[in-house]
């Protein structure tokens, strides 16, 4: 289930699904890579020039303290001239046992 967004004097942006749920709404949608899920895309005019990237940090301690950990490593990697930076967060609703925040775990804008 990927997603992606990139700018080139607009924001192009898609998201692919592989497993909707049934009755999951479908607007402006095709379908997905290999005949799979739905593919949504869009293109966006800029009306900025920064991607703000929010994530909420785990609720529970080792997640937490996993998270940072993961972190550091991208911070020392990116100081050492790497390109690209990836983080692993568990996704925290309530079928991973975790009380949903009052707000979007991840949120991108620009």
């Known amino acids: 289930m990927p997603g992606g967004f990139t700018g080139n004097t607009s924001v192009n942006w898609y998201v692919d699904i592989d497993d909707a749920r049934d009755g999951a ?5 095709k379908p997905g ?3 799979r899920g ?9 009306n900025g020039a920064n991607f703000v ?13 996993a998270f940072i950990e993961r972190l550091q490593k991208q911070l020392d ?14 996704v ?3 079928q991973h046992g975790y009380t949903p925040p009052p707000t979007d775990q991840i949120t991108i804008d620009w």
């Open 53 to 65: 990237i929010r994530i909420n940090h785990p609720q529970r301690d080792n997640e937490r303290a």
């Open 33 to 35: 890579s290999q005949g």
């Open 38 to 46: 739905m593919r949504h895309e869009g293109t966006e005019a800029n």
């Open 25 to 29: 709404t479908k607007i402006n949608s």
């Open 77 to 90: 990697d990116a100081r050492a001239g790497s390109r690209q930076t990836t983080l692993t967060i568990a």
């Open 92 to 94: 925290e609703d309530v």
